[in-house]
């Protein structure tokens, strides 16, 4: 690894190293480092990442892999090595959206009211991820950060923004991938598996499964409106124009669960502005 200290501090990620490691996740090893300019020599996890290796007849193996791997960081108790996943960091990555998807890439201009039905939203979704009981979140715990390995499947890269938030935020990120996408009763029978391989191990979450998955499906709208945020980001600041192909799957997860809470209808309609779709006027029943 080859992190510029002007730039990167390479502390975090051998930090989260050590504690993932010794919860028994297959994570790179620190052989040798070198702080002051920047460089670590890791083990390797070879090249086959989830994104190029998944298909229908492998998924099932490798996510009940990724899952019984998710457990086991998130057994790792709160004890203050990292930072918390607060109202300010989940809030500033939902300004992503407005500031960088709406205003910047698509130049939509919202209306004083928009802007209040935006921000009523952005509470309700805040309020509900607050709620969740907290664990270790990995942040990117994704098809493209995770390696098929041999042993100890799977390999986890990318962890060194790592914090203790909301116990779906991860699973969101696995199932509800930027880069991949799966039918929704796929989704719902992975989501199942890991909501009882949790309680077996004793992890915090809801008792009734339609609890739990109302919260994984409010934790990944946070999560892909932030996304389509940093898309656009990547593309407009960065010049990196890669992602803007991945956008479609990430504004689809986006529309799904606004269209099945009637307190989400405020997003449907600025999503219709996105997509220039002009609905009558009338009665809801």
């Known amino acids: 690894m080859d992190a510029p200290p002007a730039s990167e501090d390479t502390r975090p990620f051998i930090n989260i190293s050590k504690l993932l490691g010794n919860a028994g996740a ?41 899952t019984e791997a998710l457990i086991k960081m998130q057994l790792i108790p709160n004890q203050g090595q990292l930072p918390e996943y607060d109202r300010a960091l989940l809030s500033r990555e939902l300004d992503l959206f407005p500031n960088w998807y709406l205003n910047k890439h698509l130049q939509i201009e919202l209306s004083e009211s928009e802007k209040q039905d935006l921000s009523k939203v952005f509470e309700l979704i805040l309020e509900n991820n607050l709620a969740q009981a907290q664990v ?29 938030g909301p116990i779906t935020y991860d699973l969101a990120s696995l199932f509800r991938d930027a880069y991949i996408e799966w ?29 739990f998955y109302r919260d994984f499906e409010w934790m990944g709208l946070q999560r892909h409106l932030k996304v389509l945020g940093i898309f656009a980001r990547l593309y407009h600041r960065d010049g990196k124009d890669g992602y803007l192909k991945d956008m479609p799957l990430v504004f689809k997860y986006t529309r799904k669960v606004a269209e099945r809470y009637i307190s989400l209808k405020p997003l449907i309609r600025l999503l219709d502005k996105v997509e220039g779709i002009q609905r009558p006027d009338g009665l809801t029943f």
């Open 136 to 164: 270790l979140v990995h942040r990117d715990y994704h098809s493209r950060n995770l390696m098929v390995t041999k042993t100890k499947n799977p390999g986890i890269l990318d962890y060194q923004d790592a914090v203790f």
């Open 26 to 66: 297959h994570v790179p090893i620190v052989l040798e480092a070198d702080i002051a300019q920047g460089f670590l020599l890791l083990s390797d996890l070879g090249n086959e990442t989830y994104l190029t290796a998944l298909n229908p007849s492998t998924a099932p193996k490798l996510y009940r892999d990724a």
């Open 183 to 211: 039918e929704e009763p796929d989704q719902m029978d992975w989501v199942i598996r890991y909501w009882e391989m949790a309680r077996k191990a004793g992890l915090p979450v809801q008792n009734e499964f339609g609890d």
